[in-house]
């Protein structure tokens, strides 16, 4: 049975916008990104699981309007189809615990715009239902408040995500190359969908080569499910 791995809480701020870099240029050179529109997130999954590297590879799979439909119904009362549930255990039997990630701008709190209008509870608590119903051996860590269409925050949800990818890598001798697969749904909100993965992938890179003289390059695909 899956359990949730970390703290669901609201992200606050911890600092203001991120400084550049004055070897900015060199990180870019270690991180590629590639968007890849799909019909479906079967369809998605079907891809990654025919090019994901086996071993040296992590997967975030975002929630409202990729596990669930993209009615807007779905953002206060989520649900998830039987394709999609048979597809993202098809994702759990692929990565080993702690690969596979869910991710999503929600935040959990207080907030009345979070509980009353968004229902974050009820996602949750779908999400929890999700991985319950899986015979995954592991955890599946949620990586909550993330904000994804703004850039260079330093915020509690980006910091968690960036120490579990970093402590991974780490944990497990990943060596030379690491893949990231992302799904994620289309949406005209917000800047370019690239910035934040590369931001993410940026900031591990810099801590592994920084803080444990360790070099990788990453590589992002980002399967982008467009709803027909």
Request: glycine share 4%.
């Given at each position: 049975m899956?359990?949730l791995?970390?703290e669901?809480r609201?992200?606050?701020f911890?600092?203001?916008f991120?400084?550049?870099?004055e070897n900015?240029?060199l990180?870019?050179?270690s991180v590629t ?13 079907e891809?990654?699981l025919l ?5 040296q590879?992590f997967?975030?799979v975002?929630?409202?309007q990729?596990l ?5 119904r779905?953002?206060r009362?989520p649900q998830?189809s039987?394709e ?11 990565f080993s615990?702690?690969?596979l990630c869910l991710?999503?701008n929600?935040g959990?709190?207080?907030s009345?715009l979070?509980?009353?209008v968004?229902r ?6 779908k999400?929890t239902e ?5 015979s995954y051996?592991?955890t ?6 993330l904000?994804?269409?703004?850039p260079?925050l330093k915020?509690?949800g ?8 970093t402590e ?8 030379g ?5 992302m ?7 917000g ?7 590369k ?6 890179h810099?801590?592994l ?5 360790k070099?990788?390059t990453?590589?992002?695909k980002?399967?982008v499910l467009?709803?027909?």
């Amino acid at each position: 049975m899956s359990t949730l791995e970390g703290e669901i809480r609201a992200s606050s701020f911890t600092g203001d916008f991120a400084s550049e870099s004055e070897n900015e240029p060199l990180e870019k050179e270690s991180v590629t990104y590639e968007a890849i529109e799909v019909n479906s997130f079967t369809q998605a999954v079907e891809q990654i699981l025919l090019k994901s590297d086996e071993k040296q590879s992590f997967c975030f799979v975002d929630f409202d309007q990729t596990l669930t439909g993209s009615e807007l119904r779905n953002v206060r009362d989520p649900q998830i189809s039987d394709e999609v549930k048979e597809s993202f255990n098809k994702l759990l039997r692929k990565f080993s615990p702690g690969r596979l990630c869910l991710t999503t701008n929600r935040g959990y709190g207080s907030s009345v715009l979070s509980n009353l209008v968004f229902r974050t509870d009820k996602a949750l608590e779908k999400m929890t239902e999700l991985l319950e119903e899986s015979s995954y051996p592991g955890t599946v860590p949620i990586f909550l408040g993330l904000k994804k269409q703004i850039p260079n925050l330093k915020i509690n949800g980006r910091e968690e995500l960036i120490k579990h990818l970093t402590e991974f890598i780490l944990h497990n001798n990943f060596d030379g190359h690491v893949d990231i697969s992302m799904i994620e749904d289309y949406s005209l909100l917000g800047l370019d969908r690239s910035v934040f993965p590369k931001e993410i992938a940026r900031e591990v890179h810099k801590k592994l080569k920084e803080e444990h003289d360790k070099v990788v390059t990453i590589s992002i695909k980002d399967y982008v499910l467009k709803h027909k």
